[in-house]
């Protein structure tokens, strides 16, 4: 059963760009870290991005300076802002929830996960 619902993706040129959406019911979502992974064909998942429960952020160097991640405590939702997307970033994406955020590139994953959105990039 999936617990985080999804939204975003699909196909783009490069350069062009995409947001991502993941929403959490959970009451204690706030408390919580939350980050975004992503698997390429062929490739081992990775950590993308990552967001405390508070206002600190940590970014995979592939994408440093081209992806945003953002929280909403409110809507109860993480966001994931995609600009200047290469092929490379072609991935399906996963969004997880109810984190531990220790340090700057240290997290340790929650329970939830999104079903994962298909991301392609066209050259």
């Known amino acids: 059963q999936v617990q985080l619902v999804q939204s975003g993706g699909g196909l783009v040129q490069a350069g062009e760009s995409l947001r991502l959406s993941c929403v959490d019911p959970e009451i204690t979502f706030s408390r919580k870290a939350a980050a975004w992974y992503r698997q390429a064909p062929g490739s081992q998942r990775e950590l993308v991005a990552t967001h405390s429960s508070g206002e600190s952020t940590t970014y995979a160097d592939s994408v440093e300076g081209r992806f945003t991640i953002s929280r909403d405590n409110v809507k109860k939702t993480v966001y994931l802002q995609m600009n200047d997307l290469r092929p490379e970033d072609t991935a399906v994406y996963y969004c997880?929830?109810?984190?531990?955020?220790?340090?700057?590139?240290?997290?340790?994953?929650?329970?939830?996960w999104g079903q994962g959105t298909q991301v392609t990039v066209s050259s």
């Open positions: 997880n929830t109810g984190g531990i955020y220790v340090q700057a590139g240290r997290y340790y994953p929650g329970a939830s």
